[in-house]
Every structure is written in C-alpha cells, then in structure tokens.
C-alpha cells in the first residue's frame, strides 16, 4: 500500500522557518522523482520544488528560490522541504508528490498535505 505521510505543517510568522517532511512507503523510493506542490485558497496547485529519482533538484517558482530547498533521505525514505523567509503568500496547504515514467505509463502518488500558515 501507497503512503505519503507529510508533517511538519505549523503557523509561523513572516521571516520565519519550516521544515516540510514526507514519508514514503508501499513503492520503490529512489525511483520516483519526488516533489512539493502547493495550493492556497483559491488557487490552483502549483509545483513547488522537485528532486529526481536522480537527485538531482529544482525549483521551478522564481517566488521561492533561494528560499525553499528541497532534499531527500533515501534510507529513511523522506523527501523534506526546508522553508526560510517564509511570507504571508507562502500560506497554503503543501503536497508531497511521487512520480515516476515507466514503460510509458505514468505512475504519481500524493500525500493528504500539511498546512502551512504565515502571519502575523
């Protein structure tokens, strides 16, 4: 069975620190290319950062480079996301995501999300 377990979710205020974590469980970890997605009130999802099955990492919203970094520990099986200089504009509910190309099928796994709220 599947699992994405995140935590780490909590209220901070702006300029602020998080670390973002997602268990993985039930497929083969290094396999998968790993991500953080995002979605806000009203908004739509929107990716946040990615590591691949490769390692390597990217963040694809000029909004949060420099400030989020995502990483991942294959032997405990956990993708984290670190947040610094959090702003009001970071709060949303952020999913962890694992997807992997195989023998042209897509395969792609998402976690329940942690909240994550920025303010004053």
């Known amino acids: 069975q599947v699992q994405l377990v995140e935590s780490g979710g909590d209220w901070v205020q702006p300029g602020g620190s998080l670390r973002l974590s997602c268990a993985a469980s039930g497929f083969t970890f290094s396999s998968y290319d790993m991500s953080w997605y995002r979605q806000a009130p009203g908004k739509e999802r929107e990716l946040v950062a990615t590591?691949?099955?490769?390692?390597?990492?990217?963040n694809d919203a000029d909004s949060m480079k420099g400030r989020f970094t995502i990483s991942r520990d294959i032997a405990k099986r956990t993708v984290y996301l670190q947040m610094n200089s959090l702003k009001p504009e970071d709060t949303a509910v952020y999913y962890c995501?694992?997807?992997?190309?195989?023998?042209?099928?897509?395969?792609?796994?998402w976690g329940q999300g942690t909240q994550v709220t920025v303010s004053s």
């Open positions: 590591i691949t099955s490769a390692g390597g990492s990217t």
């Open positions: 995501n694992a997807a992997r190309l195989r023998l042209g099928k897509k395969y792609t796994y």
